[in-house]
Every structure is written in structure tokens, then in C-alpha cells.
């Protein structure tokens, strides 16, 4: 594994993608900050020093590409549990939060962009993460920010964390077994079957509410007011918090 680092970068995504010619499978690159680091549906993510910033950049694909990214948050949820102890989930699709069951109290502490470019064999998968480790967070945010600082009360060398966290997917990639993944991914969720929850499409701007069917794996898929089930690949899903006594 190539290990790349810039103090600074506007994006460790952009700059393998840009670079991914020149570079092998299995490249990381790891900025001390980003100026114009990118979040999911094309949404700026604020990523000063102090926190993780890394890209790999993978061209070679022996497991299910959709799968990936799983594999990269997987490895985030087992590095900060060993560091951190308990309380961090598997946000659908590959968020970690941290959450001790009052889910006004619950925050993001790491996101994840997979970013494909090119076509099947020959195309190239760029994979970031972002972990807020002794950074400060944005406020403000449709779903909270928090950093491991705030939620373990110390501070953490971030190489550290970075280098556990590259030991772990490389062998979250080279143990991929599907039954095993999603066994893993439905024990960490943060979402489970019965649950009300909403969701929001960035793209189309629409926001749907429903109960979850099933513990999201892949896809999610919930039960609308109307009766009608709608299956989703993506969007911002969050807890709705049901009214005692409410008949729903
Ligand atoms: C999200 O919206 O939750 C995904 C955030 C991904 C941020 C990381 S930071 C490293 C890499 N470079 C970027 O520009 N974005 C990703």
C-alpha cells in the first residue's frame, strides 16, 4: 500500500482522481487539511487540522464494488471501538455515529464519498473518509457533527488511528465473505426493521417518512403513510422521534 500525505490539499477524492493514472491500486492519501474537502451529494465538508482526511484510491476488483465503502466504515466503527469503547453505529448508508440511545444527543463522527470514475474493468473507485478526531465540528448541520474528542474526552493522535484503520480494511477486504459483511453491518446498524424514520434526497430535494421494513443492508426500504413501499439506494436518513400516545 502507497502512502501519500500533503499538509494540505482542496481534496484527497479530486487529487487521486485527477492523479489515478499515475498512481497504483491500492494508494491512500492522507491530508493534514483540505480546503475544499467534498461531502456526499456534492456538499462541502469542513476539514481543518486536527482531523482524518484520506482518500484510496483502488483500480482492481475482486469483491462487489458497492461493498466498499462498508468495508472502509466497518473499519472506522472497529478502530473507535477499541479506542473509544461502545456507542458507535453504522449510520445507513456509511456514516459512523456516535449514539448512547437519545437520538437528540447523537452525532456523526466520520462520513464516507465513494467516488467512481470510467467505465467497468478499466474504470477507478476513490474511496474518502472523513473523521473528526480533535477538530472542531461545524455547527449547524441537518445531522450533528461530533469529534472523538468531544464524545471520548481526549485527545488522539490521528496517525495512529489512520494506520489501525488501513490495517483493518485491508483485512476487511482480503477476509470479504458476503454472508459475513452483512451479518457485521446488521449487528452495527444504527437503524432497525420497525423503526419511523425520515429521508432526505439531496438531489431531488424530496423528503420521505415511513417505517423501516428491515435493518438497511444495501438498499432501504420503508413503508410509507399511504401503504406504499419505496425502496432507496441513497439519501440522509435520520430517527423520528414518535409521540407517546400517538397511534402510530
Ligand atoms: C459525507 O458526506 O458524509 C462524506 C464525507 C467524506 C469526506 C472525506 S474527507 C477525505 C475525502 N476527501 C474529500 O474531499 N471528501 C472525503
Redesign the pocket.
Known amino acids: 500500500m502507497l502512502k501519500l500525505f500533503l499538509p494540505t490539499v482542496?481534496?484527497?477524492?479530486?487529487y487521486l482522481l485527477e492523479h489515478a493514472a499515475f498512481l497504483p491500486h491500492f494508494c491512500v492519501l492522507r491530508?493534514g487539511c483540505?480546503s475544499?474537502?467534498?461531502?456526499?451529494?456534492a456538499?462541502n465538508?469542513v476539514?481543518p487540522v486536527g482531523?482524518l482526511?484520506?482518500?484510496l484510491l483502488l483500480k482492481h476488483f475482486p469483491l462487489p464494488r458497492n461493498v466498499i465503502p462498508s468495508l472502509l466504515a466497518l473499519a472506522g466503527l472497529d478502530v473507535l471501538e477499541k479506542l473509544c469503547g461502545k456507542g458507535f453505529w453504522l449510520k445507513w448508508p456509511?456514516?459512523i455515529v456516535f449514539s448512547t440511545g437519545t437520538p437528540s444527543a447523537d452525532g456523526?463522527v466520520?462520513?464516507?464519498?465513494g467516488q467512481f470514475c470510467g467505465q467497468g474493468e478499466k474504470g477507478v473507485l476513490v474511496v474518502?473518509?472523513?473523521m473528526n478526531i480533535n477538530n472542531a465540528v461545524p455547527g449547524k448541520l441537518d445531522f450533528p457533527a461530533v469529534s472523538l474528542r468531544d464524545v471520548c474526552h481526549q485527545h488522539r493522535e490521528v496517525v495512529p488511528v489512520y494506520f489501525a484503520l488501513l490495517e483493518a480494511f485491508q483485512e476487511n477486504w482480503n477476509r470479504f465473505e458476503p454472508g459475513a459483511w452483512k451479518r457485521r453491518v446488521r449487528q452495527k446498524s444504527y437503524f432497525h426493521g420497525g423503526e419511523r424514520v425520515s429521508l432526505h434526497c439531496a438531489l431531488s430535494e424530496k423528503r420521505w417518512e415511513g417505517t423501516l421494513v428491515d435493518t438497511p443492508v444495501e438498499a432501504l426500504e420503508l413503508v410509507l403513510d399511504s401503504g406504499e413501499s419505496k425502496s432507496f439506494q441513497a439519501g440522509d436518513v435520520r430517527k423520528v422521534r414518535v409521540e407517546r400516545g400517538s397511534s402510530r
Open positions: 482542496d481534496s484527497t477524492n479530486r491530508a483540505q475544499a474537502g467534498r461531502g456526499r451529494f456538499r465538508w476539514s482531523g482526511w484520506f482518500s456509511n456514516d456523526k466520520a462520513g464516507i464519498l474518502g473518509m472523513g
